[in-house]
């Protein structure tokens, strides 16, 4: 069984990207959320279906949006590094395995 953690940090993140979402369309944001939840559920699921980036950790990208989580699998434990737009440098995490 796989034991789930996040860093604290996003939860910040997750609220910018659904007041975002929201801000340029009503219900947006919690479209956003639902998917990022959904992709939540596939990462416990199986994280190791991710391929491990050069960056070390699991990108798991969004299905309609253009996030990335990344995560770090260390035997039975998955921590949700950080949730990224597609289009940042991931090259630019505090966070180093």
């Not at 034991?3 to 369309?25: C, G, H, M, T």
Request: with cysteine.
């Amino acid at each position: 069984m796989w034991r789930l953690s996040f860093r604290p940090e996003l939860e910040d993140d997750i609220a910018q990207a659904v007041d975002w979402y929201n801000d340029k369309r009503s219900g947006l944001g919690d479209e956003f959320l639902s998917e990022f939840q959904a992709a939540i559920v596939r990462i416990y699921d199986n994280p190791l279906l991710f391929a491990i980036a050069e960056n070390g950790l699991r990108p798991c990208r969004l299905r309609r949006f253009s996030y990335i989580i990344h995560i770090d699998v260390s035997g039975n434990d998955v921590l949700i590094v950080a949730v990224m737009g597609g289009g940042r440098d991931d090259t630019v995490f505090p966070y180093r395995k």
